[in-house]
């Protein structure tokens, strides 16, 4: 019953499609890692200007978007660790200050108090 299953055309057409979808996805992530990390030095621009943006969200966006990179485009993201880590250290001193004066403020109003 398996070999008429494996001879089965409509078998091997399910198998074609899946081989070409595969195939197609690995084209597409292997050409998407090959922009990101062609334009990452360009990408991480951006980037660092997100991070000096007025805006909470666009701050937020793009702390989440340099996420993205350190954890899929290994290892050439690497080489700007040094301009990097200082620029996320920050991040998270300056958002700590603010939620620490948000909460101060709060408290001090009694909106905190329980």
């Known amino acids: 019953m398996c070999d008429g299953l494996m001879?089965?055309?409509?078998?091997?057409?399910?198998i074609y499609l899946?081989?070409?979808h595969i195939s197609l996805y690995h084209?597409?992530?292997n050409t998407i890692l090959h922009l990101c990390l062609r334009y990452l030095q360009e990408f991480l621009e951006r980037v660092i200007?997100?991070?000096e943006d007025p805006h909470s969200g666009v701050r937020n966006g793009a702390m989440f978007a340099l996420g993205?990179?350190?954890e899929h485009l290994q290892p050439g993201i690497t080489k700007y660790s040094n301009e990097l880590i200082p620029l996320i250290v920050n991040y998270?001193?300056?958002v700590s200050a603010e939620y620490l004066h948000l909460v101060t403020c709060?408290?001090?109003k009694g909106?905190?108090?329980g």
């Open 7 to 14: 001879t089965s055309p409509h078998y091997l057409i399910l």
């Open 18 to 20: 899946c081989m070409t």
């Open 27 to 29: 084209l597409v992530e």
């Open 49 to 51: 200007k997100g991070f």
């Open 68 to 70: 993205q990179f350190s």
């Open 92 to 94: 998270a001193v300056k």
């Open 106 to 108: 709060n408290y001090k």
């Open 111 to 113: 909106s905190l108090a």
